[in-house]
C-alpha cells in the first residue's frame, strides 16, 4: 500500500513539473500589452508619462500623437514615451503602434483631454501600494496626573479656523460662437429634420459638453454638438445628441444689454428619435454687435453651453473652496448669456457638377503606375501616408463645359487675408500680392500701398482666381485658373511649400468634424506648388483616400497651356483628381475649401556677416468658402458643396420611407449550398436597394419558423468593405416596443479575424450593430450595440440603410474591413445575420442565417463562418432538366450541401442562368469528377439570338466532349460573340454518377 502511495506521490509530483514548465500559452494565455493609463484630462504644460505593460522588449513600438500642435512626444522607446501637453486646449490622442516580428501590428491608444482647471483622471488603474513594514505597537503607559487641585479642568479655548488654501476662481465660460447668416432664398424648417441644404452654411460645430461646469445632474448624452444659424428676423439652433433629449431652449437677447433681462426664447421641435432638434426665435439681429445667446438642454440633467456654475464655497470640513451650484440663471439673468458673432452669408455658387466625361478625363491624364510618394505602414512620426501621383494635363474645357452647361459661374475667391503668418516670422510684402486688389474707405481702388491705413479692404475677383470642382461615381475633380505673372520659387530647405505660389484643396467627404489620425482621416488638406508641381500636404496627409493625383500647366497668350515656365507666362493652372471612398448621388453633400497662397521673393538686406540675400514669403492667401482662416486646423469652416447631376433625382436622407415594388419574396430563390460571402467587381451602395450589383450574388434564406415571417441573405465582399443585403417578408411589422432589440429589425455580427474569444472585451475586431425600429412612427436603432471601444473605432464607418416594400422591408449594410490587407478570397470570417421578428412589443422569433443562436450579443465565440469566395455561378438555381423536348427523360438530380450538383444517368439535364442571358464569352470551364469512372458524359453549349433562354436556342455540337476521372472541361465556344444561354449534359451509361463542381465563364 506505502509503494502504492508512494508511487502516486511521484506521479503527482511529475504531472506538477509538467504543468509548471508547460510553456505560457498552455498554462494560460499571455497578458496583451496595454497602456498604464488610457485616458486622462490635463492642464496645459503638465507631463504624463505612459508607459507599456506586458510588453516585450523584441518589440517594434512607434508613437503618434493626432493632433501634433496639441502635445509634444519626447523619450521614445519601446517601453513608453513622455508626453507634454501644449498650450492648445481639446482632446488628442496619442497611440502606440506595437509590433512584434511578423505579427499584426497592434494599436493602444491613450485618449488625453487638455483644458484649463484641475486636473482629472479617468479610466486609470488604481495601484494599491505594498503596506509598508510596520514595527510593533507598543501602547505607551497612561501618564500620571497630579490630583485635581482648586476647580474643575479649565476648558479648552476656541478651535481656529484653517486657513483656506488658495481660492481658486470661477470654472470659466466658454468663448464666443459664431453663425452664419442665411443666403438669400434660403429657408429652414423648424421640424425636427435636417433638410438635405437647410444647414448646408453653418459651418462652425459647437461641442456643448466642452465645459463640464455647464452640466448639472446625471445626464445620459454623452455627445452633443450645435451650429447656430441668423437671418434679418431670427436666430437658429440645430442641436444633435447621441441619446434623447426632452427639451432645448435657445435664448437669445437681441440687443446686447446684459442688464435688463429681456432675453427672448423659444423651444425646440424634436425629431422622431429625440436626438435632434430645431429651434427658432424670432428676434432682430444686429450683424454688427452681434447678439447674446445660450442653449440649454434637458436630458435627466440639463446642459448649459454658457451658464456654468460659477460661484466659489469654502467647505470647512474639508479645508477646500470648490464650485457650488447657483441653479440655472439664463432665462431671468442676460448676464450668464454668451457672445455669438453674426457671420456674413456666403453667397457664392456652392454646387459640385456632375460630369459624364470622368472615364475621357481619367485616360487624358494617364495617371501612372508608381507612386509619387510611397509610405509603409508604421514609418515614423512626421512621414507622410501620401498617396499621390503626378498625372498628365488635361484640358479645361472639361470643367468649363459643364459649368456652361449648367448656365453656373466658376467659384470666386472671396476671403482675402493678408496677416504675415509666416512660420519663419518673415513680414509679407504688400505690393507682392497679384491675386487681391486694395480699396479704400469709399470704394477706390488703390495703387499706392506705401500708407497702409489707407486700406480699409481686399478684394479677389474671377479674373485673378476662379475654381471648379465636378464629380462622378468614383472621383472629384478639382481645376484651379490662377492669373499671376510672377510664379513664386520653389522654398529653400526647411521652409514649407505654402511659402511658394501654391494651391491648396481641403475635402471632407464624410463631413466629419475634426481630422483624424494620420492615414485615417476623411479631412484632408492637400496643396500642389505651382512651379513643380510638388505634392505636400498637413500632417493627416492624404487619409483614407486611395489616391491623389495632380498637375500643373502654364497659361500663355490666345489660350496656349504648356508644361514650362516661359517669358510671357500669365499664370497657372492646377488639377486635381481624387478617388472617392464611396459612391455619391444627387443631392450629397461634402465639405471642401479652394485656397490658393500669393507668393514673393523677399530681398534680405547684407549684413556684416551675410550677404544679400532672397528669402520665399507668403503675402496673402485667398479662400473660396472659409473666411476664418482656419481650414488648416479646423473642418467645420469647410464650405458644404452640394453635389448636382441634373439627370438624376436628388436623395432627402430624412424622407419618411415609401414602400417601393420590388420582386415578390420567393423562398425558392434561396440556395441550399453552404452560404459563403461572392466577391464583387464594383462597390456597392448601401441604400436599402436591390441594384444591379446584387445579380449575381446567391441568396440563403434564414431559419424560420413562419410562414409568414422569412428573410433571404445575401453577402459580398471587395477588397474595401463587406456587404449584406437583408431581403424580410414580414405580414405584420411591429416596432412598438420601447426595448429595439424588441423591434421589428435584426442585427449583423461580424469577427473580422474569427479569433473565436468568448467576450467581446477580449475580441478587439468583433461586434454587434443593431438596426431595428425603423418604420416612419418608430424610434430607430442604428449603431454597434456590443464591441470593444477598438472595434467601435474600427468599424465607426459602418453605413446601414432600408426600405420599405409592400410585403416587408429591405436593410442593407456596408462594413469597412479593419484590416484590409489580411482580406482575400479563401479568408474564414465570424459572421451572423439575425433577424428579429416581432408581435405586440416582444419578440416572436429570431431567424438566423449559420447558427441555432444563443448568446451572441455577449459570446463572440457563438458567432457563425462564412469563406469569402470569388464569383461563383449557382449550380442549384440553374438546373434545367429535359433541357431538349426531343428526349422527354429527365436526370436524376441531388443538389449537394456544398453547392455541387450530382446526376445519375437516365436522361438529360442542363444549366442556365437565372433570369438572366450569360451573355458572350470566351471561354467556358466545368469542373467535375466522375466517381465510378463509366462512360463519359457529354456537354453541347447552347446559344439563344433572342437573349430569351434555353429554348429554341442554336447548339454548338462542334464542341461536344467527354468527361471521366476527374478534371476540367475546356470549351472555347465556336460563336464567341453568340449569346449563351446554357449548356446542356449528356451521355454516359445507365447508372453512370456525375459531380459538377463548378461552371466559370471567361468574358
Request: proline share 4%.
Amino acid at each position: 500500500m506505502r509503494r502504492v502511495m508512494k508511487k502516486g506521490i511521484a506521479i503527482a509530483l511529475a504531472a506538477a513539473m509538467v504543468i509548471t514548465a508547460a510553456p505560457a500559452s498552455q498554462a494560460g494565455a499571455a497578458k496583451k500589452p496595454a497602456l498604464n493609463i488610457k485616458k486622462k484630462t490635463v492642464k496645459p504644460g503638465a507631463t504624463v508619462k505612459l508607459k507599456i505593460k506586458n510588453g516585450s522588449k523584441k518589440a517594434k513600438v512607434t508613437w503618434k500623437a493626432s493632433k501634433k500642435k496639441m502635445v509634444k512626444l519626447s523619450k521614445k522607446s519601446n517601453k513608453g514615451v513622455t508626453v507634454k501637453a501644449l498650450k492648445k486646449t481639446g482632446k488628442v490622442n496619442v497611440t502606440a503602434s506595437y509590433k512584434v516580428g511578423k505579427k499584426k501590428a497592434v494599436k493602444l491608444t491613450c485618449k488625453l483631454t487638455i483644458k484649463k482647471g484641475s486636473s482629472k483622471v479617468t479610466n486609470e488603474p488604481v495601484v494599491t501600494p505594498a503596506p509598508a513594514t510596520q514595527n510593533p505597537v507598543v501602547t505607551p503607559a497612561p501618564a500620571t496626573q497630579s490630583p485635581n487641585v482648586g476647580g474643575p479642568t479649565p476648558t479648552k479655548g476656541p478651535t481656529k479656523t484653517p486657513a483656506p488654501t488658495k481660492t481658486p476662481g470661477p470654472a470659466a465660460k466658454n468663448g464666443a460662437v459664431d453663425a452664419r447668416k442665411l443666403a438669400s432664398g434660403a429657408v429652414i424648417t423648424v421640424d425636427g429634420t435636417v433638410g438635405a441644404k437647410e444647414w448646408m452654411d453653418a459651418n462652425v460645430t459647437i461641442d456643448l459638453l466642452q465645459n463640464a461646469n455647464s452640466v448639472r445632474g446625471e445626464v445620459a448624452i454623452k455627445a452633443a454638438t450645435a451650429k447656430l444659424m441668423w437671418a434679418d428676423d431670427a436666430v437658429y439652433a440645430l442641436i444633435q445628441a447621441d441619446a434623447a433629449m426632452e427639451e432645448v431652449t435657445l435664448f437669445v437677447d437681441d440687443d446686447g444689454d446684459a442688464t435688463n433681462n429681456n432675453a427672448k426664447k423659444a423651444t425646440g421641435t424634436l425629431s422622431a428619435d429625440k436626438m435632434t432638434a430645431e429651434v427658432k426665435v424670432d428676434c432682430a439681429p444686429n450683424a454688427d454687435k452681434g447678439v447674446k445667446a445660450e442653449i440649454m438642454v434637458k436630458a435627466g440633467g440639463t446642459i448649459n453651453y454658457f451658464d456654468s456654475v460659477t460661484k466659489m464655497a469654502y467647505n470647512a470640513e474639508k479645508d477646500e473652496w470648490a464650485l457650488e451650484d447657483e441653479g440655472i440663471k439664463a432665462g431671468t439673468d442676460d448676464s450668464v448669456l454668451g457672445t455669438v458673432n453674426l457671420l456674413g452669408s456666403l453667397e457664392q455658387p456652392k454646387t459640385a457638377y456632375f460630369t459624364k466625361d470622368g472615364a475621357d478625363i481619367i485616360a487624358e491624364a494617364a495617371i501612372p503606375d508608381e507612386w509619387e510618394t510611397p509610405a509603409e505602414d508604421g514609418a515614423e512620426e512626421g512621414t507622410f501616408f501620401a498617396k499621390t501621383k503626378k498625372m498628365n494635363f488635361v484640358d479645361v474645357a472639361y470643367w468649363t463645359d459643364v459649368y456652361a452647361a449648367n448656365s453656373a459661374e466658376s467659384i470666386m475667391f472671396q476671403k482675402v487675408n493678408t496677416a504675415p503668418y509666416n512660420p519663419a516670422g518673415y513680414e509679407g510684402t504688400l505690393d507682392g500680392i497679384e491675386l487681391a486688389t486694395a480699396y479704400d474707405a469709399d470704394g477706390n481702388k488703390l495703387e499706392d500701398l506705401s500708407d497702409t491705413s489707407k486700406i480699409a479692404e481686399w478684394r479677389s475677383d474671377r479674373s485673378q482666381a476662379q475654381g471648379y470642382v465636378m464629380w462622378d461615381k468614383q472621383y472629384a475633380y478639382v481645376l484651379f485658373d490662377i492669373t499671376d505673372s510672377d510664379i513664386a520659387p520653389v522654398p529653400v530647405d526647411g521652409e514649407e511649400r505654402y511659402v511658394s505660389d501654391s494651391t491648396e484643396f481641403f475635402f471632407n467627404e464624410d463631413n466629419a468634424t475634426a481630422y483624424g489620425a494620420a492615414g485615417d482621416s476623411s479631412a484632408v488638406q492637400f496643396r500642389v506648388s505651382a512651379i513643380d508641381n510638388g505634392f505636400s500636404s498637413n500632417e493627416y496627409s492624404t487619409g483614407k483616400y486611395e489616391l491623389v493625383a495632380h498637375a500643373v500647366g502654364y497659361k500663355y497668350a490666345d489660350g496656349v497651356v504648356k508644361n514650362v515656365i516661359e517669358e510671357g507666362c500669365l499664370g497657372y493652372y492646377t488639377q486635381y483628381i481624387i478617388k472617392l471612398g464611396k459612391e455619391h448621388r444627387n443631392g450629397d453633400v461634402m465639405g471642401m475649401d479652394l485656397q490658393v497662397n500669393d507668393c514673393s521673393s523677399k530681398v534680405v538686406a547684407a549684413t556684416e556677416e551675410t550677404p544679400e540675400s532672397t528669402t520665399p514669403v507668403r503675402n496673402c492667401t485667398i479662400t473660396a468658402y472659409d473666411t476664418t482662416n482656419s481650414s488648416w486646423e479646423n473642418p467645420t469652416v469647410f464650405g458644404r458643396i452640394e453635389l448636382v447631376n441634373p439627370d438624376e433625382a436628388p436623395v432627402d436622407p430624412n424622407a419618411t420611407p415609401v414602400p417601393t415594388e420590388v420582386p415578390a419574396f420567393d423562398i425558392a430563390d434561396a440556395s441550399d449550398a453552404t452560404p459563403a460571402a461572392m466577391k464583387v467587381d464594383a462597390p456597392i451602395v448601401a441604400d436599402g436597394t436591390i441594384d444591379e450589383a446584387w445579380a449575381d450574388v446567391p441568396a440563403y434564406a434564414v431559419k424560420s419558423t413562419s410562414d409568414d415571417s422569412q428573410a433571404l441573405v445575401k453577402t459580398a465582399w471587395d477588397a474595401d468593405n463587406l456587404y449584406v443585403l437583408v431581403r424580410v417578408k414580414d405580414a405584420a411589422f411591429d416596432s412598438t416596443a420601447d426595448a429595439d432589440y424588441m423591434r421589428d429589425g435584426g442585427e449583423l455580427f461580424l469577427d473580422e479575424d474569427n479569433s473565436k474569444e468568448d467576450s467581446y472585451a477580449a475580441n478587439t475586431d468583433a461586434f454587434q450593430y443593431r438596426y431595428s425600429g425603423f418604420d416612419a412612427e418608430a424610434t430607430t436603432t442604428k449603431k454597434i450595440t456590443e464591441g470593444s471601444d477598438d472595434a467601435k473605432a474600427a468599424y465607426a464607418g459602418i453605413e446601414a440603410a432600408h426600405v420599405m416594400v409592400s410585403d416587408g422591408y429591405i436593410v442593407e449594410y456596408k462594413v469597412p474591413w479593419a484590416d484590409k490587407d489580411s482580406i482575400a478570397a479563401g479568408k474564414v470570417i465570424g459572421y451572423e445575420v439575425n433577424v428579429f421578428d416581432c408581435a405586440g412589443g416582444s419578440r416572436a422569433q429570431e431567424m438566423l442565417l449559420l447558427t441555432e443562436g444563443g448568446a451572441l450579443y455577449q459570446n463572440p465565440s457563438l458567432f457563425g463562418e462564412i469563406e469569402l469566395t470569388e464569383k461563383k455561378y449557382d449550380l442549384h438555381a440553374g438546373i434545367v432538366e429535359k433541357p431538349n423536348s426531343w428526349d422527354p427523360a429527365a436526370a436524376t438530380v441531388v443538389k449537394n450541401a456544398d453547392g455541387s450538383v450530382t446526376i445519375t444517368k437516365t436522361g438529360e439535364f442542363g444549366f442556365v442562368r437565372p433570369n438572366e442571358d450569360w451573355g458572350p464569352c470566351s471561354k467556358i470551364v466545368i469542373s467535375y469528377k466522375d466517381s465510378d469512372n463509366a462512360a463519359g458524359f457529354g456537354y453541347v453549349v447552347k446559344y439563344d439570338s433572342n437573349n430569351v433562354g434555353w429554348a429554341n436556342g442554336e447548339e454548338n455540337k462542334s464542341n461536344f466532349s467527354t468527361m471521366t476521372g476527374e478534371g476540367t472541361a475546356e470549351i472555347i465556344p465556336a460563336n464567341p460573340s453568340g449569346n449563351v444561354s446554357g449548356i446542356r449534359i449528356f451521355g454516359g451509361t445507365d447508372g453512370a454518377t456525375l459531380t459538377i463542381t463548378d461552371i466559370t465563364f471567361v468574358k
